[in-house]
């Protein structure tokens, strides 16, 4: 059974974007070296031909796995979005009840998770933590540096 994994619109396109560079670019570019180093004579004792090789096959690799999740990959419509509760794609605004900081965090699928955006992955411990609260609920999060209690103060798309 294939369970999905959801991606906003430009997440998924991105995901798109980068299969179709390996596939494009990425082969072409292993290709020229390959054909370079075979140039160059005995491909026995020819160390550039081993590491194009190499390359290609790192490279193969990551295009598989880029298969494997562009197929698993779905769009997730941000209308269909409940927002009474912390889920997939909505951003929640938290208060660290200890130090009465407050963070903004959008629960995103794993490839997306950019911490300087603010996005977090749904399956951080952090994310994890907070799914299913809603606004005026508290949470305890394990995090790396002990328990951390925070409230979920809002909650939108």
Known sequence: MMSYQYYTQEGY??????LN?????????VSKALAEA????????NAEYDAAK???ALLETEIAKLEELFAKARILDETTID???????TTVKIKNLKNKATMKYTLVAE???DLKQGK??????????????????KAEIQAPGGVVEVEVLEITL
């Open 111 to 113: 490839e997306e998770a």
């Open 38 to 45: 075979k140039d160059k004579g005995d491909l026995s004792e």
């Open 83 to 89: 927002t009474s509760k912390v889920s997939l794609m």
């Open 21 to 29: 560079d390996l596939k494009t670019k990425g082969r072409r570019e």
């Open 54 to 56: 190499d390359a290609q």
């Open 120 to 137: 977090i992955s749904i399956n951080s411990p952090f994310a994890k933590g907070l799914l299913g609260k809603a606004a005026g609920e």
């Open 13 to 18: 396109d991105n995901l798109k974007n980068k």
